[in-house]
């Protein structure tokens, strides 16, 4: 028997995934993988084991995931789902900048990186808050952004570019694209993960 929050993670997944067309690879069977991970280690971006190890990636409509999808305790199943919409957010960027111009400023632009992540980690922001009525500080959030080649002034730019966002979200509003479309989701088929009061 899985958990309610188990059997959403793996719905959203497959709902985001139909939605925006992308597809999902798990790390370890990806060959491909090896290769970008020595990329984004040799660009100074990611170190090649924690990238393979930890983190999530997207390249065009590719996700690269390091887990599987719904197993795990609740917690680590609602972090895959601000995962995979932390994900989607970064495949509807690459589509509205194209991909060549976004892949561009994603990898040579530290300032532009860090714009793209507030924008992709505002995503977290909107679940979090629908679930439980709170949010995070941005500065905790950006935090792990050190981890992708950013300096401190850049760290601190995605933590003010994310705290507007909140107040966006905050007033009840969503921002990202698709936040959107997890929200209608999670809204329609899983209304009792909702734990705010008031
Ligand atoms: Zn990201």
């Given amino acids: 028997m899985s958990t309610e929050v188990q059997q959403a993670c793996v719905e959203l997944w497959q709902v985001m995934s139909t939605t925006f067309n992308t597809t999902v690879v ?20 990611l170190d090649k084991e924690r990238f393979l190890q930890r983190y999530t990636t997207t390249i065009y409509k590719s996700i690269y995931i390091p887990f599987e999808i ?4 609740d917690a680590e199943c609602w972090s ?6 932390h994900e989607h957010q970064h495949v509807v960027q690459a589509k509205r900048e194209g991909f060549p ?20 980690k505002a995503c977290g922001q909107e679940l979090q808050y629908w679930r439980y009525g709170q949010l995070e500080k941005p500065e905790l959030v950006c935090a792990s952004l050190a981890d992708y080649n950013l300096n401190s ?13 909140q ?24 209304p009792h993960l909702c734990e705010r009061r008031g």
């Fill in 26 to 45: 798990k790390k370890s069977d990806s060959f491909q993988m090896q290769t970008v991970g020595w990329f984004l280690n040799t660009m100074g971006i």
């Fill in 70 to 73: 719904g197993q795990g305790t």
């Fill in 80 to 85: 895959q789902m601000r995962t995979c919409v």
């Fill in 101 to 120: 111009v976004f892949a561009g400023k994603y990898l040579f632009d530290g300032d532009q990186r860090a714009k793209f992540e507030a924008e992709a």
């Fill in 153 to 165: 002034a850049q760290i601190a730019f995605a933590a003010r570019v994310l705290s507007s966002y």
């Fill in 167 to 190: 107040k966006t979200i905050k007033a009840n509003g969503t921002i990202t694209k698709a936040g959107k479309v997890a929200l209608s989701f999670l809204k329609n088929n899983h």
